[in-house]
Each structure stands twice: as structure tokens, then as C-alpha cells.
């Protein structure tokens, strides 16, 4: 059983989602709450050494399904040793990424594994546990590409380096995704000034925690 809040933040490349999750964690640490913030892939150590593999350039050979039993693995330690016992302990755990980015990277940009395979290999990995909230980021492929290269000065990772194509792809599930599930998923113009895309998200949050009481 958890008693903590679970709220992922989501988003192609460029989103401007990290940056504003550490706003976010900052806000809610000045209202007294007790947060956690990790990402995926790499939310220990062991998640560290397969996010190497997993975004490593070098690493172009690495198979579709092999990809993403790498991400889920990633993703049964992750739940197992961070997020979960942080649920438990009553903690708001903030996630930079989580399931919807391998249905929107994997299953819409790879188009290899069928998203019903992706969804029962997460469900293995995760134990179903999913965001009780998401906010979804949402901005155009050529946008976010832009604003990564400018921010890692042009070292893009693996994923980065995949054809314009794919990111495209990408974008549309996320979409697919925010229409499926509504009631969970929160999109945002991440188009907008960071200022206000931070407020966008801490007004959703703020009425979330209302909402559940917290």
C-alpha cells in the first residue's frame, strides 16, 4: 500500500520537463512536503550503469527488444528501490519520465514492438504501478531538438541522434497517449516561457494535492 503521491513528468526531447520538475520539487519542498525527485532511465546506481548502455551513441547496435527490456529493467529496479519505498513512506515522488515514454519512444517512434507487448512488459516491471498524475510537456520536434543541442552544446545522446522522423512519431503518441488517458494526463504548452509553463503545472499540482487531501 502507498500513502504517498506518485506524479511523472513527460515530454519529447527539449521539453524543458527536468528543469521544470526541479522547480517544481523546490516549490514543494518550501510548502513542507517531504519529495522525492529521480528520473528514468538511471534512478540508482544500477539504473546509472544501464543508462550508459542505453544512451551511450556509441551503442547504435542495440536491437529494438532489446531496448526496451533495457528500459524495463531500468524501470522493475527503479520502482522497486526508490519509488516505491518512497510511496510508502508517505513521499510526493517526482519522475522525470516513466512508462508513457516507452509507448511514445519505443512503441510510436521505433513502430518494432506493439504497444500491447510494451504495455504488459511495464506491467511486469512496474508491478502496474502507474503516476496517480502526469504533466505532460508538449513541444514541436524541431523545437525540442533545437533546445537540446543548445543545451548539451551539440553532444546529443543516442536518442537525440535518431532521425527527424522518430521524434516526429514520438510527439504523435505522446498526443495518442494524452487522449487515452485524460483523466491522468495533463498536457502543457512547453512552447511557452519556462515561467509560466511552471506555473501552468504548479496551479495543476496545487489543485491535485487539494484534490487528495494533502
Known amino acids: ?31 513542507g512536503y517531504s519529495v522525492v525527485l529521480t528520473k528514468e532511465p538511471g534512478g540508482d546506481e544500477i539504473g546509472q550503469q544501464i543508462r550508459q ?18 528500459y524495463a529493467a531500468d524501470r522493475a529496479q527503479h520502482v522497486q528501490k526508490i519509488i516505491l519505498p518512497a510511496l510508502q513512506a508517505g513521499k510526493i515522488v517526482l519522475c522525470d519520465r516513466y512508462v508513457d515514454s516507452q509507448i511514445a519512444y519505443q512503441g510510436y517512434g521505433r513502430g518494432f514492438l506493439s504497444k500491447d507487448f510494451l504495455y504488459d512488459l511495464n506491467h511486469m516491471a512496474s508491478g502496474g504501478l ?34 527527424f522522423a522518430f521524434h516526429q512519431k514520438t510527439c504523435q503518441g505522446y498526443l495518442d497517449l494524452a487522449k487515452e488517458h485524460p483523466q491522468r494526463i495533463f498536457t502543457v ?26
Do not use: Y
Open 130 to 163: 502507474l503516476p496517480d498524475l502526469t504533466l505532460l510537456l508538449l513541444v514541436k520536434p524541431e523545437i525540442g531538438l533545437m533546445r537540446s543541442k543548445i543545451r548539451d552544446h551539440g553532444q546529443s545522446d543516442r536518442m537525440e541522434q535518431e532521425a
Open 189 to 214: 504548452d512547453a512552447e511557452k516561457p519556462q515561467a509560466e509553463v511552471v506555473e501552468i503545472c504548479w496551479q495543476k499540482i496545487s489543485s491535485f494535492l487539494k484534490e487528495q487531501g494533502k
Open 1 to 31: 500500500m502507498k500513502n504517498g503521491l506518485f506524479i511523472s513528468f513527460e515530454g519529447p526531447d527539449g521539453s524543458g520537463k527536468s528543469s521544470t520538475m526541479a522547480f517544481i520539487g523546490h516549490l514543494l519542498q518550501e510548502k
Open 53 to 70: 548502455i542505453l544512451l551511450n551513441p556509441m551503442n547504435q547496435e542495440i536491437h529494438p527488444i532489446t531496448e526496451a527490456f533495457l
